[in-house]
């Protein structure tokens, strides 16, 4: 309760600042006005003679510096209570958007996370929306930028029977950033148990699909989406065109499609689309290059990060932009993709497909404390480097106490959010303890 009783106090401050200003020149027009009805008036009282009644109307059987205060007072009482009414008839239809959100709440989301880093965030599936719940809280400037090879589950269905990009890993993101009312979250979400033709399909894929026939286009139907829910920012396909994800096991096995992929049991040598030289999304591009942060995964490192990246201007685009660059590793390992890896050996995949300094941090989860038992699906991924060819580790407690098979939205997000705007302390700090263990 207290630490919401100081987020307000936070919130009222920063907007006091913001709009004083405005309260201030909206004062002084008054002011200058009223000044301007007085000489009007003492222009009338000194050259025309009103009744008796008058006198005591205006309360002149009162000292002049008395009746200015009392003036003063009810007219500033009047302004006060008339700029109240107005901003809450005014801003009434923005409340609506959720039944428990405050006025400061929406003032403080339309001013101060819209001043928030300029955050592009690369990946799919669960990762992805987890880091952008977070996130969204900080800034009203992202981008998700999300792969299309998904050809399982609803998605795949849709995608096979009515030849659509997947629409899954984008309904996870609208999901994720929708600033709409709980309810309609959770009914974009909700996915069909029985029904000839429906099972397993979720509501927010059939949305999507249908409002791409309405709209013409599947980038025109998830922006029109994204409006209807209130998303805080913009999802984007890495590319538009069909793509298939391929890979070769460490056995020589060949094996098509993401779906596959995961279910395999040989583990992934390397990744690669079909077909190879696709066109990346102009407007994913465009954030990139225009980005202050970027920040790749979470997420299945083969079939969720991969896919995004193996697209040629996206590639190129991550590598040009001149953005701080985060590799956020996975808190656990991922069965039949990444058995026994460690911070390294994640890192080792990247550097083996992209090449080249591509990253400035790796942000990996330190907080091992809860182990898994030895007989799960997964075990915690190790931090066994402090720097992977140029790019610093930074190890801090990232993981969801809840599940630890995934991060914590908050904690991932205050983490990144510090590290961008304490990242030159950060390095001095390190270079300093560096030299003092070199010595």
Request: aromatic letters at 8%.
């Amino acid at each position: 309760m207290r630490a919401i009783r100081q987020s307000n106090f936070i919130k009222w401050f920063y907007l006091g600042i913001n709009v004083k200003r405005w309260l201030l020149l909206m004062s002084l027009g008054v002011a200058i006005m009223g000044l301007g009805f007085s000489y009007f008036l003492r222009e009338v009282y000194v050259s025309y003679t009103f009744p008796d009644s008058v006198y005591y109307i205006t309360l002149q059987f009162l000292p002049r510096w008395f009746r200015g205060i009392l003036f003063i007072g009810i007219s500033g009482g009047v302004i006060l209570f008339a700029f109240w009414r107005l901003n809450n008839s005014l801003l009434s239809a923005l409340l609506r958007r959720s039944g428990d959100e405050s006025l400061v709440s929406v003032l403080y989301s339309s001013r101060y996370l819209a001043r928030g880093p300029k955050v592009v965030a690369i990946g799919g599936g669960t990762g992805l929306s987890t880091l952008l719940r977070g996130l969204k809280e900080y800034s009203g400037n992202l981008t998700a930028v999300v792969t299309v090879a998904d050809d399982g589950g609803s998605s795949g269905r849709l995608r096979r029977e009515l030849g659509i990009l997947p629409p899954g890993d984008v309904r996870n993101c609208i999901a994720a950033l929708a600033d709409a009312e709980p309810l309609m979250t959770k009914l974009f979400q909700y996915r069909f148990s029985e029904g000839s033709g429906l099972e397993g399909h979720s509501s927010g894929n059939l949305f999507i699909v249908a409002m791409s026939g309405v709209t013409g286009s599947f980038e025109e139907a998830v922006r029109e989406t994204s409006r209807v829910l209130a998303v805080r920012g913009n999802i984007l396909p890495s590319t538009l065109a069909n793509v298939t994800l391929s890979a070769h096991t460490e056995d020589e096995e060949v094996i098509h499609g993401e779906s596959n992929i995961t279910d395999s049991p040989n583990r992934i040598r390397e990744v690669y689309l079909q077909p190879a030289n696709v066109e990346a999304n102009p407007d994913a591009v465009r954030a990139i290059l225009n980005a202050d942060i970027i920040v790749v995964g979470p997420g299945s490192l083969f079939t969720s990060v991969m896919p995004n990246l193996l697209v040629d201007g996206i590639r190129q685009a991550v590598q040009a932009s001149p953005a701080l660059k985060i590799y956020v590793c996975n808190v656990a390992t991922q069965r039949g993709e990444t058995d026994s890896f460690t911070v390294g050996d994640h890192f080792g995949v990247l550097q083996r497909h992209l090449g080249g300094h591509f990253f400035d941090y790796v942000l990996a989860n330190s907080n091992t404390r809860g182990k898994l038992p030895e007989k799960a699906r997964s075990q915690p991924v190790i931090v066994d480097r402090t720097h992977l060819n140029g790019a610093r580790v930074i190890s801090a407690d990232v993981v969801s106490e809840d599940n630890r098979y995934h991060h914590d939205p908050k904690k991932l997000a205050d983490t990144l959010v510090h590290l961008y705007y304490e990242r030159h302390q950060l390095e001095q700090l390190i270079d300093k303890a560096t030299e003092t263990v070199t010595a």
